[in-house]
């Protein structure tokens, strides 16, 4: 099982810019796609951004593409998610996620096929 903590989250005016952090420990960190959540107040939880466990794709959601950037360092077991031009409707807890299986070159959407969550941060966007 792997363990999953994120951080950066934040108060920042509309057009700004925010970084989201997850470390990630527990298991071969390289071999599993990691993606990036989000759920708004009375909302369901929506997908935002993936990457491969090599990091060689990602996947975007239509309403983040061209802002938001997602990267991997596997040498610190770290996934990032760049936010940049950011907008109030982008105000949500932000989560990490880890695949279920080993998905070294696939970025999935699908949030059934990620199996560990890590506990949220918030990112809060004024207008």
């Known amino acids: 099982q792997v363990q999953l903590v994120e951080s950066g989250g934040g108060l920042v005016q509309a057009g700004g810019s925010l970084r989201l952090s997850c470390e990630a420990s527990g298991r071969t960190f390289s071999s599993y796609a990691m993606g990036w959540f989000r759920q708004a107040p009375g909302k369901e939880r929506e997908f935002v951004a993936a990457?491969?466990?090599?990091?060689?794709?990602?996947k975007y959601a239509d309403s983040v593409k061209g802002r938001f950037t997602i990267s991997r360092d596997n040498s610190k077991n770290a996934v990032y998610l760049q936010m940049n031009s950011l907008k109030p409707e982008d105000t949500a807890v932000y989560y990490c996620?880890?695949?279920?299986?080993?998905?070294?070159?696939?970025?999935?959407?699908?949030?059934?096929?990620?199996?560990?969550w890590g506990q949220g941060t918030q990112a809060t966007v004024s207008s």
């Open positions: 990457i491969s466990g090599i990091g060689s794709s990602t």
């Open positions: 996620a880890s695949s279920r299986r080993t998905s070294t070159f696939v970025a999935p959407a699908d949030p059934l096929l990620f199996g560990s």
